[in-house]
Nanobody, 125 residues
Framework: QVQLVESGGGLVQAGGSLRLSCAAS????????MGWFRQAPGKQRELVAI???????NYADSVKGRFTTSRDNASNTVYLQMNSLKPEDTAVYYC???????????????????WGQGTQVTVSS
């Protein structure tokens, strides 16, 4: 099992900044992708940013130039730095970690897809 603990959400005025953190623990194995999604009231969950094991990043068009994702490999923590926040960025933000573990004498492979509990980000106008 892989546990994800998020932190850093809150209330901020438009134009402000927040930094989200997501720490992974447990049977992590090899992490393939760490990402951030968000879900606003009445809307579907959408991709915000992803970071691959090769350090490639991809961002939603709506956040390009304002958000940056990074990773601390030593602590298996992924960050989302959010600058120039807008009211439309208001949502619950979820981190997502996908990886592979190998266990047992036969190195049985298991692929996992774990989600954080979500953290509320509210941007006031």
């Amino acid at each position: 099992q892989v546990q994800l603990v998020e932190s850093g959400g809150g209330l901020v005025q438009a134009g402000g900044s927040l930094r989200l953190s997501c720490a992974a623990s447990g049977s992590i194995g090899s992490i393939n992708i760490m990402g951030w999604f968000r879900q606003a009231p009445g809307k579907q969950r959408e991709l915000v940013a992803i970071l691959t094991s090769g350090s490639s990043t991809n961002y939603a068009d709506s956040v390009k130039g304002r958000f940056t994702t990074s990773r601390d490999n030593a602590s298996n923590t992924v960050y989302l730095q959010m600058n120039s926040l807008k009211p439309e960025d208001t949502a619950v933000y979820y981190c997502n970690v996908r990886g592979t573990t190998y266990s047992g004498i036969n190195l049985a492979r298991r692929i996992y897809d774990s989600w954080g509990q979500g953290t509320q980000v509210t941007v006031s106008s």
